[in-house]
């Protein structure tokens, strides 16, 4: 073999090398109800994780977690951004919210103008308000996307703004639907096959199912359980790959 074909052979093994590295190496965390910590080398996005107590049937934010993100630790060292699908207490917590961005100060706090109404007037000069849908390019590999969808239960929860949130980093796709209810709106306009695509246990339903088929996520990850539910959430018809996430801090790994 002579040195240029050498060279050229292992030019393309780093390159390729490089790519699988780009398509691994991502973690998410439960972080309780429907929160979830997406990781990626030293970097964190969280989806609606950081809440208090409400009521004993939900996870309130672990108090080691609440540490580490304070302290900056790993997988916390650099939050990207904090992501909320909507105001309840079950998935938003304003004081909580307000000591992780005490510490991280240049994160990203993104959700709906409900949300942000519950913060103190400075927080709100640092948050990204979502009317409808938006698109935040972070860098060139990096891309969230809120998009308003209706929340469940409508007789008593039509008002409450409810965003889906997809991000995109590298290669890979995540979808977390927030309090989603099983209507066609929840899918309007997602593209097909995202990685993972994190839903509420009630989609285990024969309509939830019916969408989920469409979108033909890679995994799912079924949350917003009770601690103490231990029903099984599945459904034969599903086409993908299940997983319940239930206890705080389970990890998928990716
Ligand atoms: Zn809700």
Same mark, same amino acid.
Not at 180 to 188: G, L, M, Q, V, Y
Not at 236 to 239: D, M, V
């Given at each position: 073999m002579n040195t240029m074909v050498k060279y050229f052979l292992l030019l393309i093994i780093t390159l390729g090398a490089g790519i699988l590295h780009a398509q691994k190496n991502f973690e998410i965390r439960y972080l309780g109800n429907m929160g979830i910590a997406v990781s990626h080398n030293d970097s964190t996005i969280l989806i609606d994780a950081l809440h208090d107590f409400y009521e004993s049937d939900y996870l309130q934010t672990d108090e080691q977690a609440l540490k580490a993100i304070l302290a900056k630790q790993a997988p916390y060292k650099k939050i990207i951004a904090i992501a909320v699908t909507h105001r309840h207490s079950d998935h938003f917590d304003s004081a909580v919210v307000t000591r992780v961005m005490n510490v991280h100060g240049s994160t990203l706090l993104v959700s709906g103008g409900q949300t942000m109404s519950l913060l103190s007037s400075d927080l709100q000069k640092k948050f990204t308000k979502v009317t409808d849908s938006l698109t935040i390019r972070i860098n060139d590999r990096l891309k969230l996307h809120l998009y308003r969808i209706p929340h469940t239960y409508a007789a008593r929860h039509a008002a409450v703004e409810n965003y889906r949130v997809e991000i995109t980093w590298n290669n890979f796709r995540l979808v977390h639907l927030g309090d =989603?209810? +099983?209507?066609? +709106? =929840?899918?309007?306009l997602l593209k097909e096959k995202p990685g993972v695509m994190v839903v509420p246990?009630?989609?285990?339903s024969d309509k939830g199912t019916e969408l989920l088929n469409k979108v033909k996520p890679g995994k799912i990850l079924v949350t917003h359980i009770s601690p103490a539910d231990n029903a099984l959430y599945k459904n +034969?018809?599903?086409?993908s790959e299940v997983i319940s996430f239930r206890k705080y801090g389970d990890i998928l790994k990716l």
């Open positions: =989603a209810d +099983e209507k066609d +709106e =929840a899918i309007d246990s009630w989609y285990l +034969e018809k599903l086409k």
